[in-house]
């Protein structure tokens, strides 16, 4: 039982470029969410979703598209990648948007350069 | 705004004592508060939990407070050991009522080292 599967652990980009951050989860679990940590931030939601095929912005969406087209999958897309978006990413996920607690991957570290 | 405050960086605590971890909201629409712990390169991990109609929830050595009326929250842990040293998260979820509703709004973070 792998939980919270996020894909890679490590990237650097340069300024401009795409990329998309992978997140697999095999609990079945209806909510699934992308958080991002900074230092003296916190973790602060980016998107959401509680379902398949439904998907809705968080506290810090610009930069950032998701699509969840299958229960299991949530991918992350970054669109033209900026160095404000250097961060540590996470996927989270629940059984649904009510229930308690969210699981965590073990996140993607990102830098821009 | 920070809806939900760790105002202490770090804590400093020897081990067998006990650590208290703060914590407070200024959103009257959360219904249920969690501290998560996180370790170096993981993710963070739940820890405990205490839902707004509670004002004590207990696991073990780890005992979460609410003080609804002052929007106060705190971690104690009794008694502390090394490997209690990490980075604690408290989180608030929103209620069905607000535009936080299912969300998890966390605070900044404290950082628990418990020297041997």
């Known amino acids: 039982n792998a939980g919270v599967t996020q894909t890679p652990k490590f990237q650097v980009l340069k300024t401009g470029q795409s990329m998309t951050l992978q997140c697999a989860q095999d609990m079945n679990h209806e909510y699934m969410s992308w958080y991002r940590q900074d230092p003296g931030m916190g973790l602060r939601l980016i998107h959401y979703?509680?379902?398949?095929?439904?998907?809705d912005q968080g506290e810090v969406p610009n930069g950032y598209n998701v699509s969840r087209s299958t229960t299991e999958d949530f991918p992350l897309r970054l669109l033209s990648a900026a160095p404000s978006q250097t961060s540590v990413y996470f996927c989270?996920?629940?059984?649904?948007?009510?229930?308690?607690?969210?699981?965590f991957g073990d996140g993607t570290r990102l830098s821009i350069l | 705004d920070q809806q939900v405050k760790q105002n202490s960086p770090s804590l400093s605590v020897q081990e067998g004592r006990i650590s208290i971890l703060n914590c407070d909201y200024t959103n009257s629409m959360f219904d249920y508060f969690l501290w998560y712990k996180k370790y170096p390169a993981e993710g963070p991990t739940f820890l405990i939990s205490?839902?707004?109609?509670?004002d004590k929830n207990e696991d073990g050595r780890f005992t979460v407070f609410l003080n609804k009326s002052a929007k106060h929250l705190s971690l104690h842990i009794v008694p502390s050991q090394p490997g209690d040293s990490a980075v604690y998260f408290c989180?608030?979820?929103?209620?069905?009522?607000?535009?936080?509703?299912?969300?998890?709004?966390f605070g900044q973070g404290t950082i628990l080292t418990v020297h041997p």
């Open positions: 989180a608030a979820k929103g209620n069905a009522g607000g535009t936080s509703y299912g969300k998890l709004t």
């Open positions: 979703s509680v379902g398949a095929g439904i998907t």
């Open positions: 205490i839902s707004s109609i509670k």
């Open positions: 989270a996920t629940s059984r649904d948007v009510e229930y308690q607690p969210q699981h």
